[in-house]
Nanobody
Framework: QVQLVESGGGLVQPGGSLRLSCAAS????????IGWFRQAPGKEREGVSC????????YYADSVKGRFTISGDNAKNTVYLQMNSLKPEDSAVYYC??????????????????????WGQGTQVTVSS
């Protein structure tokens, strides 16, 4: 059974850091890409970042570029999202999702909800003083 479980969310002050984890089970990340999405109240779910396990290629939305870093540990079947210099507008429920095999096709990066097949339950990130 395919399962994704996010963890690491919480309350942090502006300028602080958090590291989210996405643990996969029921399949191996070697043949999948993992994307991180977030959804704030009243807003659509947006793609934040993704990583292709096959070649390590990554994508970042402009809103997080330079502040967030995605990485994967295939031995642990886990993908991480290191979030630094957090801002109040980063507050949202963060989800990880999986699609095969990559998170890109040519120069296009998959960052839309319907482009991913498996989803975790989400973890809340709140950035507030």
């Amino acid at each position: 059974q395919v399962q994704l479980v996010e963890s690491g969310g919480g309350l942090v002050q502006p300028g602080g850091s958090l590291r989210l984890s996405c643990a996969a089970s029921g399949f191996t990340l070697d043949y999948y890409a993992i994307g991180w999405f977030r959804q704030a109240p009243g807003k659509e779910r947006e793609g934040v970042s993704c990583i292709s396990s096959s070649d390590g290629s990554t994508y970042y939305a402009d809103s997080v570029k330079g502040r967030f870093t995605i990485s994967g540990d295939n031995a642990k079947n886990t993908v991480y999202l290191q979030m630094n210099s957090l801002k109040p507008e980063d507050s949202a429920v963060y989800y990880c999702a999986a699609r095969a095999p990559n998170c890109y096709s040519g120069s296009y990066y998959y960052s839309l909800q319907y482009e991913y097949d498996y989803w975790g339950q989400g973890t809340q990130v709140t950035v507030s003083s």
